[in-house]
């Protein structure tokens, strides 16, 4: 690639020198224009892998996270949890349903587009995707949460690759694409329909995943991804990983689905218990 780009710069160098005759030039051109052309070429081919493999990583770890048991209520390939709508297999057949559309953000997101630009094209490409959870699931909501958060990941992750930029980038990266994002809240008077997220914005100031997101989900980077790294270099136990880091969540995020289940005092409680027993 590096003698292409060399054996190119001679050829432009040619093309303007005085000493070139006028029907040399032409043949120049278009030896030009296919060094061009295969170097779109590449770069589209490589694009696409980046963005397949990004699609891949959502679908395992959607599915991991399904996986995972016990889960304290969660669906697992072991029970329904607290659902009487969904099993495991509902998961599997919406999380396949879905990736192609966390593959549209990457491909969006891996772009000369702003960030700011990116992120505004994906979250209507999130509305759509799930449309086709929906529709794969028969009006069963498995992974409307998980578009929103995943998304955001996707976008910020394909954007560093974009800049071959280092993993430590994509956390700053995150917060500032998503400095504004409690602004989704501000028109929420003038609604007469709201989401539980709305609903417990309005009644308790509750921020839930989008304050999360907005702090540039900090629980993650220098929380729970450590403590599932940890683990796995200790026990090298998906499972048990997976486990220890849903514990360890447990205690520490605002988890507005059991606010809307049960109340804030039954969070406080699941909050308090899960820290103890992580500590233990």
């Not at 889960?71 to 329904?80: A, I, K, M, N, R």
């Amino acid at each position: 690639e590096k003698n292409m780009y060399i054996c190119m710069c001679d050829w432009v160098t040619l093309l303007y020198s005085r000493k070139l005759t006028e029907h040399c030039k032409p043949t120049i051109m278009e030896k030009i224009k296919i060094i061009l052309k295969i170097k779109k070429i590449k770069a589209r081919k490589g694009r696409e892998k980046i963005i397949k493999k990004l699609g891949d990583t959502a679908l395992e770890a959607m599915i991991f996270e399904a996986a995972t048991s016990p889960s304290f209520g969660l669906v697992s390939p072991l029970t329904q949890g607290s659902h009487n709508d969904m099993d495991f297999f509902t998961f599997l057949k919406s999380s396949f349903a879905i990736k192609e559309g966390f593959e549209k953000m990457a491909r969006i997101s891996y772009s000369y587009l702003t960030l700011e630009e990116a992120f505004l094209i994906t979250r209507k490409i999130g509305i759509e995707t799930e449309k086709v959870m929906f529709e794969a699931t028969e009006n069963v909501n498995t992974h409307k949460g998980m578009i929103f958060l995943l998304g955001i990941v996707i976008v910020t992750a394909a954007r560093a690759l974009y800049e071959e930029a280092s993993f430590n980038n994509i956390q700053p990266m995150l917060k500032n694409m998503c400095k504004d994002i409690l602004k989704d809240f501000e028109n929420i008077k003038n609604k007469t329909e709201l989401t539980h997220g709305e609903k417990l914005y309005k009644n308790y100031g509750f921020t839930g995943v989008r304050g999360e997101v907005k702090e540039g989900l900090d629980i993650i980077f220098n929380g729970s991804l450590n403590v599932f790294e940890d683990s796995i270099k200790k026990n090298n136990d998906m499972n048990l990983a997976s486990l220890q880091t849903l514990i360890f969540l447990m205690g520490k995020v605002m988890d507005s689905t059991i606010v809307h289940r049960h109340d804030i005092h039954m969070l406080r409680r699941v909050k308090r218990e899960a820290e103890e027993f992580f500590a233990a």
